[in-house]
């Protein structure tokens, strides 16, 4: 009998919205957005899943929150409770926390015509869009990302995950939110190592893909070192703009294997899991970023005045480039990290380098005699910076 | 600052093929299928998740499937073992089950350009459809469904669930396979209640978009009850054939709200539910097509002489076209199965009722006293045809 050959398209499209004081009764980007998607005849609820920790460093949000959907958006119906869940990886790691989000969704009636409010860092995020993903097969998202890192990066794109046995991200779906909205305001409350940690996804799309946002961080870096908020911003937009062009340029949910976005993210995986997660992701990827670079200066691809320039902007924003864990087992872990990425992609290893600043290349190989060299070049430079820092 | 505006398509191709003896050396499909997936560098591998019910009743096929791969297929390398799951609802019931399953995607390595190739009924389609689609964000699912109902519908369909703490598909993704094969031999060791109880879903496409194919049924209803293979295979095609056709020309991911494939399904939820499951999904849906077919014409909406047609139709088929539970408390319960169905869509009701045979329209009322002047005409019917069955 004849084969029937099925094809067809999924649009998705969604806003990322910037704004300061979100749940300001004053502020109507919430309200004009809720009123766009009114829809005769639909009673929609809402449930909000927050961080703990920014609710801890935010004591007003709830009753803000409240009072915006009581005045502004009376025609969505709020849970009673706001549902907090614990930050970092610790969100990610226990099955129980998601089976009670799953469980709130129950207990609330949220359908796959309510939405999902998540508030937090980028663990968080990916917690509660994967439990929205897959509770009734997919509830309207809407993510509040509280951290540089979750405005600029993972909460303007299209993953989400948990872990499974300690796994990292081993289930996850592909799944688009409804809407983002970036507050400005949330990153005042951010540690000096979370501050920092998020602009390194910036300098890595920077470095492949556009050399003049990487001069005005050159230009800018006193700046953002000092948590200027201006700078900041848009550093954010930039960032969170490059990042979805490339989502919707390319593969969006990855059915082929080029993924360019992983650029200096196989030796941050490793370093991550070497540290238990006491490594922040961006310092993470900071190291790997260096260790890259380095590596593509000495196998005569990059030229030494580009990898001075990548090394001093990220020592000026106070990245450490270099980690012991890096040389552990004289460097077999790493080694390791790199047989780990390959399986990770299927058996075809592909790694990002720099040609130049602003223009990478993918290659399929990597030398473990040069990685070494670079790992030891690494521990020399982060010597002597903290050597001169202690002469100073 | 500006919004930044994300929109992009994601792209689903997928073939369904018609077969007999798909594992059988001498049939290229499944070898032909995987020469066109090669690419050089990628070392593919597969897992093969059976239902237990149908190794049992087809012992030979784990040998088929090894030496299949061995000779004709070596570049993908087959996993050790064929896990096998328990069929029916207890397979989407135990969340352990579904834990194994993503256990042994670990164990055997089995990434996002690897293939897991689900063997089985709806309900094993179901669960190993969620495993492949959340395990690393989704890995490549081929089908082979082993009953009528798969075959025709689920089977060929995007979604995929399971249970979570007894709620029916309260987990799942909308999640294409890369492929489906619909073996006709396997349908030979289908019980007469389960090749009977896929007939359903053909019935219910036919009636609400295709009078033509709903007469071809009348005139080959003896042909499909004596089980007549030939006559199957059309039935199985056209139905797959509509169903493809709905997903591609409508919503696919099911984003909006009509719904019109869930003609019938409303009171058939609710029945599964009311039986603990010990009627068939199929069996439940003859009821519910039964149910909103005399509500029609007793609304005055569909003439006598189509109800009476539907009606012979499928009590020819041996379908039985009532259930004591529907009469339950008086049928509060079935009333609060309309209610659930309410809320289940979100608020507004979207009921489908014939127009005529091969037409429907969506509602969103349902009048509570016609609906049990339904269900007693249903219970005068089937023990009008039962008393005069005992007097042949």
């Known amino acids: 009998m004849q084969t029937i050959q099925q094809s067809f398209k999924v649009e998705y499209s969604y806003a990322v919205f910037f704004t300061h004081y979100l749940f300001d009764q004053k502020n109507p ?3 004009n957005f809720f ?4 829809e005769q005849g639909f009673q929609r609820k809402a449930l909000v899943i927050a ?4 609710l801890h460093h935010h004591p007003e949000i709830p009753g803000q929150i409240s009072s915006y959907f009581s005045e ?5 119906q709020l849970a009673s409770e706001i549902i907090s869940v614990p930050g970092g990886e610790t969100a990610k790691n226990d099955i129980n926390t998601f089976n009670r989000l799953v469980e709130a969704v129950d207990m609330y009636g949220i359908d796959r015509h309510s939405f999902i409010i998540a508030i937090g860092g980028g663990a968080v995020l990916d917690l509660v869009g994967y439990a ?3 509770s009734h097969r997919g ?3 809407i993510r509040i990302p509280t951290t540089v890192l979750s405005q600029n990066d993972s909460g303007v794109g299209v993953k989400n995950s948990i872990n499974f046995h300690g796994k990292k991200n081993f289930l996850g779906t592909f799944a688009p939110p409804v809407a983002v909205f970036n507050d400005l305001t ?3 409350s951010l540690d000096d190592r979370d501050w920092r940690s998020g602009i390194a996804e910036a300098i890595k799309v920077a470095l492949i893909k556009d050399a003049a946002f990487f001069e005005w961080m050159e230009e800018h870096v006193v700046a953002l070192a000092h948590r200027d908020t201006e700078s900041m911003a848009y550093l954010i937009h930039r960032c969170a703009e490059m990042h979805t062009d490339h989502i919707a340029g390319g593969d969006p949910f990855e059915f082929g294997s080029s993924r360019p976005l992983d650029f200096g993210h196989w030796a941050a995986h490793k370093l991550e899991y070497l540290t238990n997660f006491e490594i922040r992701h961006g ?9 890259d670079c380095v590596y593509a200066a000495k196998a005569g691809r990059l030229a030494e005045a580009d990898l001075n320039r990548i090394l001093e902007v990220m020592h000026k924003l106070g990245f450490e480039l270099y980690h012991p864990k890096l040389s552990e087992n004289d460097k077999i872990n790493l080694r390791n990290g790199l047989q780990e990425f390959r399986e990770h992609l299927g058996g075809q290893l592909t790694i990002m380098l720099l040609d130049k600043i602003g223009k990478g290349t993918e290659v399929h190989e990597l030398d473990t005699g040069i990685i070494s060299d670079a790992v030891d070049f690494l521990s020399a430079f982060q010597s002597q910076l903290t050597e001169s820092k202690v002469l100073e």
Chains 1, 2 share one sequence.
Do not use: C, H, R, T
């Open 139 to 141: 509830i309207k998202l």
């Open 72 to 76: 502004s958006v009376p025609q969505v």
């Open 186 to 188: 949330f990153l005042k």
């Open 35 to 38: 009123n766009d998607y009114s």
């Open 51 to 54: 961080d703990e920790g920014f």
């Open 283 to 291: 310092e993470a990827v900071a190291i790997g970023i260096a260790l």
């Open 29 to 31: 980007l919430l309200k």
């Open 132 to 134: 929205a993903a897959v």
